[in-house]
Every structure is written in C-alpha cells, then in structure tokens.
C-alpha cells in the first residue's frame, strides 16, 4: 500500500513526523513523502520503502543562506512565507498523479495548508495531522476547511482532540496520538559542534553543577525569564539550552551570561545525543495571546517524551496539558517559575530523589503507545 504525504514544514523541525514516517516503512508502507524543496535530511535517513518528491528543484528560501542577524532574519522569514506559497501552487498537480498510481493521501502538518490552500483535498478521502491547536481566525481559515474535509484527522493529545471537534464542528473527535518519538541513538554520528557540547556538558557537571535543559523554540511564548531568575539564586544550578539562535535568546544570554549554557541547534536525533547528557529536562508553555492561549494550555510537547525517553526528570509549569502527565507519572514536578522558593524546592526535592524520578520518567515514556493508534488508523483507511 502507497501513502501520499505532503508535508511542507521542513522534516527536521518535526520528530513525530519522522517517527511517523519510519513506523510506516516499518509496517510495510511505501511512503511518498512530498516536500518543497528537495529533503536532503530524508534522504539522508535512508529509510525504506520512502521516496521523497518536491516542487521545486532548488531550494530559494533566503533566511537560512546568512548566518543569523537580528532584524533581518525576521524580514527574511516573511518573505521566505511568499516564496513557499508560491512554490505550493503546484502541490495539487503532483498529489494528484501520485493518487492515480494508487494508495491514500495522509496530510502532515497544517502549515501543509496554511501554504498551499485546499484545493487539491477536494473530493478526495484522506488523513489529516494538526499537530498545534488554533483558534478559529482568518489565518487559520485552510485547517478548519482541511478538517472538516477529511475522513480523519488525528492531533497530539485527548482536550485538543475535544476543543477541535466542537471549535470546527467536527463529526467525529479527531484521534489522538502523542508526540512521541521512538529514541535510537546507537552508532550515531556526532558532529564536531555537538561533541563539543557534550564536554561542556560533563565538564559543568563535574565541576559539580545541575544542569537543566531547555530545548525547543526559543521565545516569548516559552519565557525563560522567571526560572532563570530562580536559579540564580543557588550556584549550583545552570540552564543548558538547544535551538535555533533568536533575538531573545541573545537577550536572555546577555543578561544571565552566568546562568546559560547555549549549545547550538542540532538535527534530530543528533540534539537527544546532547540532551542525554543533562540532568533534568525544562518546560514551559505559556499563552501570550488570545491566538495562541489554548495552544499553550494544552500543549503536547514532544519533548516531554524526548526528555523521559532519556530518563530525565522534568520539571513544567503548572498548566493542564503538563499537570496531569507529570504529577500522574511522578517524572517530575511542576511549578510556578515567577516563585523562586517553590522552583529551588522542586529542583531540590527532584535531586534528593532523583533515580526514583529517572525510573518513573522512563515508566511515563514507555507507558504511552501510539502503534496501537497508528495501527487503528491504517485500518479504518484499509
């Protein structure tokens, strides 16, 4: 059986798209994986049964061919959304020939239709993955069509699934399948950049630091100003961060130079070969707009998964798509990072009983099945 699936975020931004892919090869799927531009990073997993076509030869984004620059990076991010809109106009014609040879379309990803419309779902059965929860604005008009067009729709967790099918008047509540991610870091090849930051890493702890890691976006809508504030008050304690270089993190560097350890940004899964390395893993959801408020409540972060998969305790904010998942488990704790004294006692209280955490981290992982949903999935096409 052939499965289409456009997806025109870049793979290497999206881990439970990958997993998707590889558990698909793995069941016996022939996957046709369209991108925008040729996917270098796919082609370079080798995955079988997976090909990879795009819809335009050369890649001519503009933000990532000069290193990053404060201002200009954000200019080039809006026109680079131009340059991919047009590109996606050829999206319906490339579906549609893949169609005739047979299989069944699967939808990654909404900013699949964020660029390219819904035009080319027309008349046709497939699966559609949301993997961020939006509000029903002008901008987000395509995913309310897509989904209410599609035979199924599948999101990252269960009061999304709900929250979705009663905003979109849905006729059934999407399926839910979290964003976990199988974690295989045998013979992986480790670039220099990321080497070295596994020495600073170990250096910093055995100089007797606790490192606690951040990964993921770095902005506004994931503050790190309150838990950085906290530890600062006992030197013992370091906040390791991996992702993309941004305007804000140059502010927070700046002004907790002594309290960061920026580690660069890495393609999956070179970034949990670093991350494995920490001690405790960060997160933070937090809404900064009506737009993004719900997003943020009842995030599905992958790196909950990321972090427990490694064995590492957690410690969240107090939201309910964190609350639940983490006190339930015992993997961690959660806090109200604007309070000092209640962030260094959880810290406290996770060192004190850290294997104890470890191992119930590593339960939580291990405890959440998404074949068992991938296989119901599959089937309901079938």
Same mark, same amino acid.
């Given at each position: 059986?052939?499965?289409?699936?456009?997806?025109?975020?870049?793979?290497?931004?999206?881990?439970?798209?990958?997993?998707? !892919?590889?558990?698909?090869?793995?069941?016996?799927?022939?996957?046709?994986?369209?991108?925008?531009?040729?996917?270098?990073?796919?082609?370079?997993?080798? %995955?079988?049964?997976?090909?990879?076509?795009?819809?335009?030869?050369?890649?001519?984004?503009?933000?990532?061919?000069?290193?990053?620059?404060?201002?200009?990076?954000?200019?080039?991010?809006?026109?680079?959304?131009?340059?991919?809109?047009?590109?996606?106009?050829?999206?319906?014609?490339?579906?549609?020939?893949?169609?005739?040879?047979?299989?069944?379309?699967?939808?990654?990803?909404?900013?699949?239709?964020?660029?390219?419309?819904?035009?080319?779902?027309?008349?046709?059965?497939?699966?559609?993955?949301?993997?961020?929860?939006?509000?029903?604005?002008?901008?987000?008009?395509?995913?309310?069509?897509?989904?209410?067009?599609?035979?199924?729709?599948?999101?990252?967790?269960?009061?999304?699934?709900?929250?979705?099918?009663?905003?979109?008047?849905?006729?059934?509540?999407?399926?839910?399948?979290?964003?976990?991610?199988? !974690?295989?870091?045998?013979?992986?090849?480790?670039?220099?950049?990321?080497?070295?930051?596994?020495?600073?890493?170990?250096?910093?702890?055995?100089? #007797?630091?606790?490192?606690?890691?951040?990964? #993921? #976006? %770095?902005?506004?809508?994931?503050?790190?100003?309150?838990?950085?504030?906290?530890?600062?008050?006992?030197?013992?304690?370091?906040?390791?961060?991996?992702?993309?270089?941004?305007?804000?993190?140059?502010?927070?560097?700046?002004?907790?130079?002594?309290? %960061? %350890?920026?580690?660069?940004?890495?393609?999956?899964?070179?970034?949990?070969?670093?991350?494995?390395?920490?001690?405790?893993?960060?997160?933070?959801?937090?809404?900064?707009?009506?737009?993004?408020?719900?997003?943020?409540?009842?995030?599905?972060?992958?790196?909950?998964?990321?972090?427990?998969?490694? #064995?590492?305790?957690?410690?969240?904010?107090?939201?309910?798509?964190?609350?639940?998942?983490?006190?339930?488990?015992?993997?961690?704790?959660?806090?109200?990072?604007?309070?000092?004294?209640?962030?260094?006692?959880?810290?406290?209280?996770?060192?004190?009983?850290?294997?104890?955490?470890?191992?119930?981290?590593?339960?939580?992982?291990?405890?959440?099945?998404?074949?068992?949903?991938? !296989?119901?999935?599959?089937?309901?096409?079938?």
């Amino acid at each position: 059986m052939r499965i289409i699936m456009p997806t025109l975020e870049p793979l290497e931004w999206m881990p439970p798209t990958i997993n998707l !892919i590889k558990k698909l090869s793995f069941l016996g799927y022939d996957v046709v994986c369209i991108t925008l531009f040729p996917s270098e990073y796919l082609q370079n997993l080798n %995955i079988p049964r997976v090909t990879n076509i795009w819809l335009s030869d050369k890649n001519c984004t503009l933000q990532n061919k000069i290193p990053y620059i404060k201002g200009v990076s954000g200019i080039l991010y809006r026109l680079d959304k131009v340059i991919k809109k047009l590109v996606a106009k050829k999206l319906k014609k490339i579906v549609d020939q893949e169609l005739k040879k047979g299989g069944f379309l699967w939808v990654v990803n909404e900013m699949t239709v964020m660029l390219a419309g819904v035009r080319f779902l027309k008349k046709k059965n497939y699966a559609f993955t949301v993997y961020e929860l939006h509000e029903r604005k002008w901008y987000a008009r395509n995913i309310e069509k897509a989904a209410k067009m599609a035979r199924i729709v599948i999101v990252p967790e269960y009061n999304r699934a709900h929250i979705m099918a009663w905003r979109y008047r849905l006729k059934n509540v999407p399926y839910v399948m979290p964003n976990k991610s199988d !974690i295989l870091l045998d013979d992986l090849k480790l670039s220099e950049n990321a080497v070295a930051a596994i020495k600073l890493l170990t250096d910093k702890k055995n100089s #007797g630091k606790k490192v606690i890691l951040y990964m #993921g #976006g %770095i902005n506004k809508e994931r503050p790190l100003e309150g838990f950085l504030n906290s530890i600062s008050k006992n030197d013992k304690y370091v906040l390791a961060i991996i992702g993309r270089q941004t305007t804000y993190l140059d502010i927070l560097i700046r002004k907790y130079r002594e309290r %960061i %350890i920026y580690l660069g940004a890495y393609n999956p899964p070179v970034h949990l070969a670093v991350a494995e390395h920490a001690d405790i893993g960060l997160l933070n959801y937090v809404g900064i707009s009506n737009v993004q408020g719900l997003n943020a409540l009842y995030c599905a972060p992958n790196k909950i998964f990321e972090y427990t998969g490694l #064995g590492l305790p957690v410690i969240g904010n107090d939201i309910p798509g964190l609350r639940n998942d983490i006190l339930y488990s015992h993997a961690g704790e959660v806090v109200d990072f604007d309070n000092s004294e209640e962030v260094l006692m959880a810290l406290e209280k996770i060192f004190n009983s850290y294997n104890e955490y470890s191992k119930n981290a590593l339960s939580f992982y291990d405890g959440v099945d998404i074949d068992k949903t991938l !296989i119901e999935i599959l089937s309901n096409f079938n």
